[in-house]
């Protein structure tokens, strides 16, 4: 039985409090009433998470938490106390955050990213921002040039934005590359760019080599359409005004504009650009 996973087990009997569960070692474990789903009989099998309840005794439950063992997430604090902070992972007990895991002091209402681990000294579930030793680093990552990957937004540097690639790998994203708005814990496509001799990798937000004009061109008349047909930027717009809007750099932009002006979508007047009407 895992404490922190989830659990395929056998409903063994049932008691006033509930039904107790066992593995195929006759290890038990009581699911309480509150989590029994309806029709559950003696001998059913029934996948259940295992964690320790607000005494410390290992509990199951049907509920689903956001992040399980060995895992990365972003979760939102609840509350600061002496012992660490609390934050919020779906379950009735939240979920520790001890001041010896903080890389970083934390405050209520902050969301933070944390790599959940079953502490071997407690037998408890714990959560930690130190997340580099959970990070491998003497293995070669299984990836491939240009591959599609899942970044989990982890840290702002003078360099640009570290990331967890597909949940595993450490990953930074190049400051000069990033034309949107990220926060702490957010999922964000990407693309593999390149894997250093420290086994570290580059990422990108768009594939390599492939111009992103023609598909910001469509979502400029999107943004057109929505907005009274009239956008306030010209080229003379400076880059920050282009990407706080927009999302995107300043050649982009340009590229895009010109793409719609030679297809007659757009009219470029001296305040800005609109979207000609369709008759």
């Known amino acids: 039985m895992e404490i922190g996973k989830y659990n395929k087990l056998i ?11 066992v593995d195929e070692k006759l290890e038990s474990v009581l699911l309480p009433n509150a989590y029994i789903p309806i029709g559950l009989k003696i001998d059913d099998e029934i996948e259940v998470f295992i964690y320790n309840d607000s005494e410390n005794r290992i509990i199951a439950t049907t509920l689903k938490p956001f992040v399980i063992a060995d895992q990365f997430a972003a979760l939102d604090v609840k509350e600061v106390t ?5 934050l919020d992972w779906g379950l009735a007990k939240d ?31 714990v959560a930690t921002t130190k997340l580099n030793k959970y ?7 299984d990836l491939s ?7 989990k937004i982890w840290d702002f540097t003078s360099l640009g934005t570290k990331v967890i690639v597909n949940g595993m790998y450490s990953g930074l994203l190049y400051a000069q590359e990033i034309f949107q708005p990220l926060s702490v814990g957010q999922t964000v496509k990407g693309y593999v760019r390149k894997i250093r001799e ?9 594939p390599a080599g492939i ?12 943004y057109l359409e929505k907005n009274g047909n009239f956008l306030s930027l010209t080229d003379s717009s400076s880059p920050e005004e282009i990407s706080k809007l927009l999302g995107i750099s300043k050649k982009t932009f340009k590229k895009a504009i010109g793409m719609l002006y030679r297809s007659r979508q757009i009219n470029i007047e001296e305040n800005g650009i609109r979207l000609i009407s369709k008759k």
Do not use: C, H, W
């Open 198 to 206: 420290d086994n570290k990798i580059d990422v990108a937000l768009q």
């Open 95 to 125: 979920l520790l955050l001890p001041y010896r895991e903080m890389a970083q002091d934390v405050v209520a209402g902050q969301k933070v990213l944390v790599y959940v681990y079953l502490d071997k000294i407690s037998n408890q579930l």
């Open 211 to 222: 111009d992103n004009a023609s598909n910001k061109a469509f979502d400029l008349v999107e």
């Open 11 to 21: 409903a063994n009997r049932q008691t006033v409090n509930g039904f107790y569960l």
């Open 135 to 141: 990070i491998p680093t003497e293995l070669k990552p």
């Open 82 to 86: 002496n012992f660490g902070a609390f």
């Open 145 to 151: 040039i240009g591959q599609e990957v899942e970044l």
